[in-house]
């Protein structure tokens, strides 16, 4: 071996134990492993050696339990997550148990939300953010919440992190958004986009589950950590399970990255990450329907 090559062997293995070095850490910090000091753990979100966006810093004020938790799965520096711990989500209602009956329409799901005051999320928000696409997709995306974007628009995934999740569709999955069905955990935007507390989820989700019921996807994409920890019903360190198969009553669930993160952590590996669970979810999909090519 020449000496350029073995330079070139030991840098290629310094970075490889760097990356795995900052997945451990972010990892141990999810499931609230005290040991490892919060700014240890938002130093290593920010991307450590690798060149980081500047309102990364903010995370180091966010507190030890929700540091990495927002890097990997939440959707900026202000959610702070801090009902993650408890948020695994309660058992979910699916259609037949809720009031929209056996096999309801999403236009029968919007109907019983009405004009919800049912959580205090409603105290801030323009507009519901229902979901928006194709009733009949085969694929279905399942973000957190609205952000101000949504929330003004009323249509969910249409600030930046929203023209990434449609590009990755586009032009990654040769879809149009419209092919797809998208929505959120809750319908109403958090304040100053924190992640919604845990009985803000639990009071939102069955209409989640009128979601699934009335679209029937074939896969479910959940994209970050609490749309992941609500229907696998636990709560989850999304390193861990991003990328694996999972099952939601039936339906095949593939856990992602959300675009926040990656717009955030926008590295070769994290993009080859979620482009390898899309086309995971895709292949999936036209599996089971019989459209595989
Ligand atoms: N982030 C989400 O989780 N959902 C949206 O609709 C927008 C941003």
Excluded at 160 to 189: F, H, P, W
Aim: aromatic share 4%; hydrophobic share 40%; glycine share 10%.
């Amino acid at each position: 071996m020449t000496v350029g090559a073995a330079e070139r062997t030991i840098s290629e293995e310094a970075r490889d134990l760097i990356a795995s070095a900052r997945e451990l850490v972010l990892e141990l910090h999810e499931e609230g492993m005290a040991a490892v000091p919060a700014a240890l753990a938002a130093e290593t979100a920010a991307g450590g050696l690798e060149s980081a966006p500047s309102s990364q810093a903010a995370v180091t004020a966010v507190p030890a339990a929700s540091a990495a938790e927002t890097a990997a799965g939440g959707v900026g520096p202000a959610r702070r997550g801090e009902a993650h711990a408890e948020s695994a989500a309660e058992p979910v209602l699916l259609a037949g148990q809720a009031e929209w009956g056996l096999d309801p329409s999403l236009e029968d799901v919007r109907a019983v939300i009405g004009d919800c005051t049912r959580c205090r999320l409603h105290e801030g928000r323009t507009h519901i953010v229902f979901g928006d696409g194709n009733p009949d997709a085969d694929l279905m995306f399942v973000g957190e919440g609205p952000g101000e974007n949504e929330d003004r628009r009323g249509l969910p995934f249409v600030g930046r992190a929203g023209e990434l999740l449609t590009q990755m569709i586009e032009k990654g999955l040769g879809l149009q958004r419209s092919d797809v069905y998208i929505c959120n955990v809750v319908k109403c935007r958090p304040p100053g986009n924190r992640t919604p507390l845990a009985d803000e989820v639990a009071t939102c989700s069955r209409f989640l589950d009128g979601q699934i019921a009335a679209v029937q996807p074939r896969v479910i994409v959940t994209l970050g950590k609490p749309a992941a920890s609500l229907l696998l019903g636990r709560d989850v360190a999304i390193t861990k399970v991003r990328g694996t198969w999972h099952d939601y009553h039936g339906i095949p669930l593939m856990p992602t990255f959300h675009p926040a993160y990656l717009l955030r952590q926008y590295t070769v590996e994290n993009r080859r990450r979620v482009w390898d669970d899309l086309k995971a979810a895709l292949a999936r999909a036209q599996e089971s329907s019989g459209t595989a090519q």
